[in-house]
């Protein structure tokens, strides 16, 4: 079946600008994560779903970025006021059923670039 | 001190050899303990599950967690060069909480 998919898969901006990157998890997951990745290091936990609510949004840097999963199947991570900082890979993650024990599976990631 | 620690190489060794990986961690509220493998401009793929200490074995790839330690281990063994890759180990307790380490940097040349 199909993947988690995540578009655009490279997204280049001006500083200051406003982005918004999609995720489409796996069909049934009611589980669904945003992580960043810098180059050379592992993925940072940003924030998780459970439906339609994030039930932990704790690695959310700052104001400038919130997300959104509104009918608890794609979700959308929106950057505002872009800093050259928020460069990195931005990947989504989703399973079955959330929780330490369960599998998460990821997409491909989008590659933000700040100018 | 970061929770999870990884050495991020890299590591570069000839076809055929034995890799060994391994990763330290803080939290001893850790209990699920998964590697991943991240090719470049991947996103990564899950290799390995263990759940508390023990082994476990699952062809070429084995995991080994000691959780009175701390630490816990991939090794892979007849390394082809399709495994040249970025391996992350991460682990979570409960909650969704799961923390990468940085990733070690694998070749194997043929």
């Given at each position: 079946g199909a993947g988690v998919?995540?578009?655009?898969?490279?997204k280049v901006t001006e500083k200051?600008?406003?982005?918004?990157?999609?995720?489409?998890?796996?069909?049934?997951?009611?589980?669904?994560?945003?992580?960043?990745?810098?180059?050379?290091q592992g993925p940072e936990f940003l924030i998780y779903f459970q439906g339609t609510g994030a039930a932990d949004d704790s690695g959310l840097p700052n104001d400038r970025f919130f997300a959104v999963r509104p009918e608890g199947s794609v979700s959308t991570l929106k950057i505002q006021r872009t800093e050259r900082g928020d460069s990195a890979v931005y990947l989504c993650a989703s399973s079955l059923i959330g929780g330490g024990a369960d599998t998460q599976y990821f997409g491909p990631g989008t590659r933000l670039t700040v100018l | 001190q970061k929770e999870v620690e990884q050495d991020p190489g890299p590591l570069s060794v000839p076809?055929?050899?034995?890799?060994?990986?391994?990763?330290t961690y803080s939290n001893s509220a850790f209990?699920?303990?998964?590697?991943?493998?991240?090719?470049s401009r991947k996103g990564p793929?899950?290799?390995?599950?263990?759940?508390?200490?023990?082994?476990?074995e699952d062809g070429r790839f084995t995991a080994q967690v000691d959780?009175?330690?701390?630490?816990?281990?991939?090794?892979?063994r007849d390394s082809q060069p399709s495994d040249s890759a970025t391996y992350l180990c991460a682990m979570s307790g409960n909650n969704n909480d799961m923390r990468f380490g940085a990733g070690t940097r694998l070749t194997v040349k043929p």
């Open positions: 998919s995540q578009t655009p898969s490279n200051g600008k406003y982005v918004e990157l999609r995720c489409d998890p796996i069909s049934g997951h009611t589980a669904l994560y945003w992580y960043r990745q810098s180059l050379g | 076809e055929g050899a034995i890799v060994s990986l391994n990763c209990q699920y303990f998964m590697w991943y493998r991240q090719y793929e899950l290799l390995m599950y263990t759940y508390s200490s023990g082994n476990k959780k009175s330690s701390k630490y816990i281990s991939l090794f892979i």
